[in-house]
């Protein structure tokens, strides 16, 4: 009775080690914190990232926080003291300047200079997105430009080929024919999100504010009011939602519902959503992109690379930082970069991993217009989006001014480019007043 008593208190106590020993072993490791601003299916692959990182191995515990918005968390970090602020915070072009200024982080060149970070795998035209003045600030992560999102089957019934997709022209015919033919109760929407505006003047090779849309010197006024770019995308929104067959969404999410539900056709957000648009369709329809059409006169413009990227923040401990390293490193992997690809809809970002076997039957088999978007990935000469410190304002003021437009037939175009153009010039002298 003894022996079984002390056979079975040992047992016990070997189960109370393992299950201990992952506990003390975290405890042994740098602790690392990680913001990122992706939900859904893109918030899940993070996660399963950045727990592959910890198994693989047992230096560093990296946890991964969901912050909501880029704009939620980039007023979270700057109202944050240094040493609560995360170790690697995930922001997008909203918060490039923003992050530039305050000076609060590691320049990746910094690491790609001592030996620690080999980028060449990776395309030169993504790179050169996250240069400022010949250097790389911040690394490349969910990489996306703005798609066309169509329903297939839709598409079949109202007898629309998809190739017309290419120019606004046979966008706008396209939506129209979808309730034509009673397919749909709307035909298209282009959400309303100043980032999409941003990429179609960048197609047409035109900046947003001044010395080199702010990537040759710091920005001191809109020049987008000036060369036309405002006149054009602002007059093609009011055209497009003053159509009884468009449907007007304020946000990604008010879209997506209505695709889901198959009462719009198609749809323009970004192409790295695919995955959460997926998650929300199911199996009811045929999810597939395209590029994002080009304007007349522009048939040859293309995108640039955008989305976020993660910057490595400077709290005075270099042991962290290179702990970062570690884990973008461990991300660069060609088999990490083509699970995150297949599981977000963001795009790759390193050469090898377009020719990947799992990656090549995606593009063949299941979203074919996927390639044809990362082909002018391939291609785009444009170095990245405007820089400037108040971009978030610049979008948020364009936004509401399209949607007002919406709502009050007399707005003219005029009027929204003076009230855009008088407020974010007076914001960006306010920003370089405080900074």
């Not at 240094?82 to 690491?111: C, K, S, W």
């Not at 991300?331 to 599981?343: D, K, R, Y």
């Not at 063949?364 to 405007?386: F, R, Y």
Request: proline share 3%; glycine share 6%.
């Amino acid at each position: 009775m003894r022996r079984k008593w002390f056979l079975t208190l040992m047992i016990n106590l070997i189960v109370i080690s393992l299950a201990l020993t992952p506990i003390v072993a975290a405890q042994n490791r740098i602790p690392l914190t990680f913001w990122y601003s992706l939900g859904g299916a893109s918030s899940a692959a993070i996660q399963e990232l950045v727990f592959k990182f910890n198994q693989s191995q047992d230096k560093y515990e990296l946890t991964a926080e969901y912050q909501g918005s880029y704009n939620d968390s980039l007023l979270k970090f700057t109202s944050t003291p240094t040493a609560q602020r995360p170790d690697v915070i995930h922001i997008n072009e909203i918060g490039t300047a923003t992050i530039l200024d305050m000076g609060d982080y590691y320049p990746i060149q910094d690491f790609i200079d001592n030996g620690q970070l080999d980028i060449s795998p990776y395309m030169t035209n993504v790179l050169n997105a996250y240069r400022y003045s010949g250097k790389m600030y911040a690394f490349p992560f969910s990489i996306t430009v703005p798609a066309i999102y169509y329903n297939q089957e839709a598409f079949e019934k109202a007898g629309i080929d998809p190739s017309t997709l290419a120019t606004y022209k046979g966008f706008s015919e396209a939506s129209k024919k979808l309730v034509s033919s009673g397919v749909t109760e709307y035909g298209a929407c282009i959400v309303n999100d100043t980032w999409i505006y941003e990429q179609l003047m960048a197609s047409m090779n035109l900046d947003i504010v001044d010395n080199g849309n702010g990537r040759q010197g710091r920005a001191t006024k809109l020049v987008a009011d000036e060369n036309g770019a405002l006149n054009t995308v602002l007059s093609l929104m009011k055209e497009f939602n003053d159509e009884p067959t468009t449907f007007v969404a304020t946000k990604s999410l008010e879209a997506r519902t209505a695709f889901a539900s198959q009462q719009v056709g198609m749809y323009i957000e970004t192409a790295g959503n695919y995955g959460v648009t997926k998650q929300i369709v199911e199996d009811a329809f045929t999810i597939q992109q395209k590029p994002l059409f080009r304007l007349d006169g522009y048939e040859n413009g293309l995108p640039y690379a955008s989305g976020a990227a993660l910057w490595v923040v400077d709290k005075g401990n270099a042991q962290k930082a290179s702990g970062v390293i570690e884990f973008i490193k461990f991300f660069m992997e060609q088999e990490n970069q083509v699970e995150f690809a297949l599981a977000t809809g963001y795009l790759p970002i390193r050469e090898d991993v377009i020719n990947d076997e799992r990656y090549q039957d995606y593009v063949t088999n299941v979203n074919p217009g996927n390639w044809e978007i990362v082909e002018e990935l391939i291609e785009s000469t444009w170095p990245g989006g405007a820089l400037f410190g108040s971009l978030g304002e610049f979008r948020r003021v364009v936004n509401s001014q399209i949607l007002a437009m919406h709502d009050d037939k007399k707005l003219t175009v005029d009027k929204v480019i003076k009230e855009v153009t008088n407020s974010i010039n007076e914001q960006i002298m306010l920003y370089n007043l405080s900074n």
